[in-house]
């Protein structure tokens, strides 16, 4: 008698709680699980074009510096023949 007594009380417990999770509970937690899949697949878009937006301007930072660096040779190219040209003509 004991044992079914207590079989009827783990059954009543089991059947309590299974009741308190509802259709609506269910629906409910299920729209907030696809709007969390959509932000995340929209934070995951972003990313990547933050990421490809990144690329480019490293590469244009990359191209910016060899211009710089190309400008500065072409200065010091230039100034090495000022500098000759003018020792040239103190020497006269």
Excluded: H, P
């Excluded at 932000?39 to 910016?64: C, G, H, I, Y």
Aim: aromatic share 4%; net charge positive; proline share 0%.
């Amino acid at each position: 008698m004991k044992k079914i007594i207590k079989l009827l009380m783990i059954t009543l417990v089991f059947s309590m709680v299974a009741a308190c999770a509802t259709t609506s509970d269910v629906e409910n937690i299920q729209s907030q699980i696809d709007g969390l899949n959509s932000k995340v697949s929209q934070a995951s878009t972003d990313a990547a074009n933050a990421q490809s937006t990144a690329a480019d301007a490293a590469a244009r930072a990359e191209a910016a510096e060899a211009a710089a660096n190309r400008a500065a040779q072409y200065a010091q190219d230039a100034n090495s023949k000022l500098d000759s040209g003018f020792r040239r003509s103190m020497m006269k």
